[in-house]
């Protein structure tokens, strides 16, 4: 098991940039997949992007080019940098941890992205 907590979001203007944070409880070393997803109001939870324990990142085309995604594993930490934000990226977004076949998650953070 693995307990998750996010951090960063907020509000930021079209064209800005948040850093997302993703504290484990538990080293992330052997923890086989972990990632971002975002839900927005009256949508279904999707896939942002993920990162494998080798460090092989898999991307959402609509962030492809705008979102990184990275893990410090001393710090049992994933990250989630966000430049040139839309209005459309507003959403709840989670950190996902995969061990094995059972899937684990934050509370998840709001991004607000306007003017």
């Known amino acids: 098991q693995v307990q998750l907590v996010e951090s960063g979001g907020g509000l930021v203007q079209p064209g800005g940039s948040l850093r997302l944070s993703c504290a484990a409880s538990?080293?992330?070393?052997?923890?086989?997949?972990m990632g971002w997803y975002c839900q927005a109001p009256g949508k279904e939870r999707e896939l942002v992007a993920t990162i494998t324990r080798g460090g092989i990142t898999n991307y959402a085309d609509s962030v492809k080019g705008r979102f990184t995604i990275s893990r410090d594993n001393a710090k049992d930490t994933v990250y989630l940098q966000m430049n040139s934000l839309k209005p459309e990226d507003t959403a709840v977004y989670y950190c996902?941890?995969?061990?094995?076949?059972?899937?684990?998650w934050g509370q998840g953070t709001q991004v607000t992205v306007s003017s």
């Open positions: 538990r080293n992330i070393f052997r923890i086989n997949d």
């Open positions: 996902n941890a995969r061990i094995f076949s059972n899937h684990y």
